[in-house]
């Protein structure tokens, strides 16, 4: 069995934020097992696993990714959306757009010490879409 839903994160501030709760209230029931593909319809924001519980964890990657990929590169000829915008485009390609999440007795079956993040590489990125495809 295949499904499919298509929901929106609200819009967060330019940073890593842990939307694992945003995510899950957004799901149908989940199969007693199977798998859960997520997919962010953007090219300036990412999702990725990390860290659930220090908050300092989404913090630091901020700072890594802007010493990773700076701003205002005088090469960068992508530049008419603005100073944070093909940085994100980068940052983007780096972290990925998806993430496959394995379910079992009908729960994501995530580590305990992991959550999901949207990362946010725009100023004002806006409402983010996601699509979640569930198989099983």
């Given at each position: 069995?295949?499904?499919?839903?298509?929901?929106?994160?609200?819009?967060?501030?330019?940073?890593?934020?842990?939307?694992?709760?945003?995510?899950?209230?957004?799901?149908?029931?989940?199969?007693?097992?199977?798998?859960?593909?997520?997919?962010?319809?953007?090219t300036?924001?990412?999702?990725?696993?990390?860290?659930?519980?220090?908050?300092?964890?989404?913090?630091?990657m901020?700072?890594?990714?802007?010493?990773?990929?700076?701003?205002?590169?005088?090469?960068?000829?992508?530049?008419?959306?603005?100073?944070?915008?093909?940085?994100?485009?980068?940052?983007?390609?780096?972290?990925?757009?998806?993430?496959?999440?394995?379910?079992?007795?009908?729960?994501?079956?995530?580590?305990?010490?992991?959550?999901?993040?949207?990362?946010?590489?725009?100023?004002?990125?806006?409402?983010?879409?996601?699509?979640?495809?569930?198989?099983?």
């Amino acid at each position: 069995m295949v499904s499919q839903v298509e929901f929106t994160l609200k819009a967060k501030n330019r940073g890593f934020h842990l939307v694992t709760d945003e995510i899950e209230r957004n799901l149908p029931d989940l199969p007693d097992a199977g798998i859960l593909n997520l997919f962010i319809k953007h090219t300036s924001a990412a999702l990725t696993i990390n860290e659930n519980a220090d908050p300092d964890v989404r913090t630091d990657m901020e700072s890594i990714f802007n010493r990773l990929v700076k701003e205002r590169e005088p090469y960068y000829v992508h530049t008419l959306e603005g100073s944070d915008d093909m940085p994100a485009h980068a940052k983007a390609t780096i972290t990925g757009v998806s993430l496959t999440i394995p379910i079992t007795r009908g729960r994501l079956n995530l580590g305990t010490w992991q959550g999901i993040y949207l990362c946010e590489f725009r100023n004002y990125g806006g409402n983010r879409k996601i699509v979640a495809t569930i198989i099983g």
